[in-house]
């Protein structure tokens, strides 16, 4: 009988993720493969500068239009801040339900996990009829996720997303580093 990984639980157990807040995601390419694009060098022929942004192509272009989209199909979700990076995508996703007379509005069932899972399928769906293949994984199965709890936490994740083209040559995520 084969034995299975029992998975990491990455979650907090005690903690309710369809609750109105700050989230910030991190979600990987499968296998961090670097299919969104790519951080072009400096002109100093090695790091990137300061205004470096990335140079997504068709399937960086995909994810991009999706999490834009975010907004129009899924009405408690918010998009404050993202980052596409040649294979992952920081952002920061708002959960924001409607109160309705002072009461938090009841529960739609959309969680963080449920937008990372819809999310996921759009795009996945979307890029491999591009690539013209109907079962290759473009994203790991989970993601990270940190509550945002104050201010000064949500500004540092801000700043942490608008430097990371900078940064990529540093960037856990980068194969260069694993």
């Known amino acids: 009988m084969k034995e299975y990984k029992t998975r990491k639980q990455i979650r907090l157990k005690e903690y309710d993720y369809s609750l ?50 975010t907004e129009n199909i899924r009405q408690e979700i918010k998009l404050d801040r993202y980052a596409i990076m040649p294979n992952h995508v ?39 009829i591009l690539r013209d293949t109907s079962a290759k994984p473009v994203w790991q199965r989970s993601f990270y996720d940190h509550i945002i709890r104050n201010d000064r936490s949500l500004n540092a994740i801000r700043e942490y997303i608008s430097n990371n083209p900078f940064n990529w040559e540093q960037d856990i995520d980068n194969l260069i580093n694993l």
Do not use: W
């Open 20 to 69: 109105n807040g700050y989230y910030f995601i991190t979600m990987c390419s499968y296998n961090r493969e670097n299919i969104f694009g790519e951080i072009p060098v400096g002109a100093d022929g090695c790091r990137p500068d300061n205004n470096t942004k990335i140079i997504l192509n068709e399937y960086g272009l995909i994810v991009e239009e999706e999490l834009k989209n």
């Open 90 to 128: 920081h952002c920061i996703i708002i959960i924001q339900r409607q109160l309705s007379g002072g009461q938090p509005a009841a529960p739609t069932g959309q969680t963080l996990s449920s937008f990372v899972s819809g999310f996921k399928s759009v795009a996945t769906k979307r890029i491999n």
